[in-house]
């Protein structure tokens, strides 16, 4: 089945090249999934433990096309993307509703801010503004540090970033001045949520 965005371009999984990509070029294949797999499992565990109720969004997809094999079976093999996502997760936390995304950079000092998008920016903004939680948490790879940091300093560096000469990216420096390392264990995996007890409701 192929899945397009709504600019038309066609889905493919993480780690799947784009056709004729340079081999040179930063790899970003895999890139969140390991994140991913982390908060799934941590979220499943705070779940369990009654401790909050939080989801990984699901994105909502528009069906163009569909095959009928056989009368008792259905097989769509053509859709899209109806609209480009917000972020990855949101939930509630203590009475308050809690909103993040997730990325993973396999840059060793720093994350691009291409990795992140104007609407994701803006919907984070939002949240903030109504009295919501909202942040992104962070891994970086190579040290295998995992943080987390307030939406509000995204959004600091995201305006920056538009001026002329702006710096483009955001520094390992920064989480580790303005962001908070998310203690890892065996279960939950990645204990976000105690960062977020300290951070905000302390």
């Given at each position: 089945?192929?899945?397009?965005?709504?600019?038309?371009?066609?889905?493919?999984?993480?780690?799947?090249?784009t056709?004729?990509?340079?081999?040179?070029?930063?790899?970003y294949?895999?890139?969140?999934?390991?994140l991913?797999?982390?908060?799934?499992?941590?979220n499943q565990?705070?779940?369990h433990?009654?401790?909050?109720?939080?989801y990984?969004?699901?994105t909502?997809?528009?069906?163009?096309?569909?095959?009928?094999?056989?009368?008792s079976?259905?097989?769509?093999?053509e859709?899209?993307?109806?609209k480009a996502?917000t972020?990855?997760?949101?939930?509630v936390?203590k009475?308050?509703?809690?909103?993040?995304?997730?990325?993973?950079t396999?840059?060793?000092?720093?994350?691009?801010?291409?990795?992140?998008?104007?609407?994701q920016v803006?919907?984070?903004d939002?949240?903030?503004r109504?009295?919501?939680i909202?942040?992104?948490?962070?891994?970086?790879?190579?040290?295998?540090?995992?943080?987390l940091?307030d939406?509000s300093?995204?959004?600091?560096?995201?305006?920056?970033?538009?001026?002329?000469g702006?710096r483009?990216?955001m520094?390992?420096t920064?989480?580790?001045?303005?962001?908070?390392l998310?203690?890892q264990?065996?279960?939950?995996?990645?204990?976000?949520?105690?960062?977020?007890?300290d951070v905000?409701f302390?």
């Amino acid at each position: 089945m192929t899945i397009y965005y709504p600019n038309g371009q066609p889905y493919r999984k993480k780690g799947e090249e784009t056709p004729h990509e340079d081999q040179r070029q930063v790899t970003y294949g895999h890139r969140g999934m390991t994140l991913e797999e982390d908060l799934n499992v941590s979220n499943q565990y705070y779940l369990h433990s009654d401790q909050a109720v939080i989801y990984k969004k699901p994105t909502p997809v528009q069906i163009v096309h569909v095959d009928y094999p056989r009368r008792s079976a259905a097989k769509i093999t053509e859709a899209y993307f109806r609209k480009a996502s917000t972020t990855d997760y949101n939930g509630v936390f203590k009475g308050k509703y809690v909103d993040f995304e997730a990325k993973e950079t396999t840059h060793a000092n720093y994350i691009p801010l291409k990795n992140f998008h104007e609407h994701q920016v803006t919907h984070m903004d939002r949240i903030r503004r109504h009295g919501g939680i909202g942040f992104i948490i962070v891994k970086f790879k190579k040290s295998n540090e995992v943080f987390l940091l307030d939406a509000s300093v995204l959004s600091e560096c995201w305006r920056a970033s538009l001026k002329h000469g702006g710096r483009k990216s955001m520094p390992r420096t920064l989480f580790l001045k303005k962001g908070h390392l998310i203690p890892q264990h065996f279960m939950p995996r990645l204990d976000y949520l105690r960062v977020v007890r300290d951070v905000y409701f302390n």
